[in-house]
């Protein structure tokens, strides 16, 4: 496992952005895909935002944040990024970033092996 640290999430206006970042500690990662979820409230399954392969070659978003947001990865720095843009009221959740070392996207969390601890992100109306 690779240990994952979150960071970028406050509180935007509605229409604003946001940048997140998820650090990993080992250079490995830069072999993992990685994935970020969403949970908006506690107790609620973690919704899939965004996944991108191990060398960027392929991204996939969910419906709900295609056009908007922006999933990308620096190898070099063992960093993945979500650029949230048009935020809106409903994309309100707690933000995790998660790993896992095999080369093909899923969107189900269990398939993931590795989390962030996660970080707030609000958006104002």
Not at 20 to 48: D, I, V
């Amino acid at each position: 496992q690779v240990q994952l640290t979150e960071s970028g999430g406050g509180l935007a206006q509605s229409g604003g952005s946001l940048k997140l970042s998820c650090a990993a500690s080992m250079r490995t990662f830069s072999t993992y895909t990685m994935a970020w979820f969403r949970r908006q409230a506690p107790g609620e399954e973690q919704e899939f935002v965004a996944a991108i392969t191990w060398n960027g070659g392929m991204t996939h978003y969910a419906d709900s944040v295609k056009g908007r947001f922006t999933i990308s990865r620096d190898s070099a720095v063992s960093t993945g990024y979500l650029l949230m843009n048009n935020l809106k009221p409903e994309d309100t959740a707690y933000y995790y970033c998660a790993a896992r070392p095999y080369t093909i996207i899923t969107t189900r969390p269990q398939h993931y092996n590795s989390w962030g601890q996660g970080t707030q992100v609000s958006v104002s109306s």
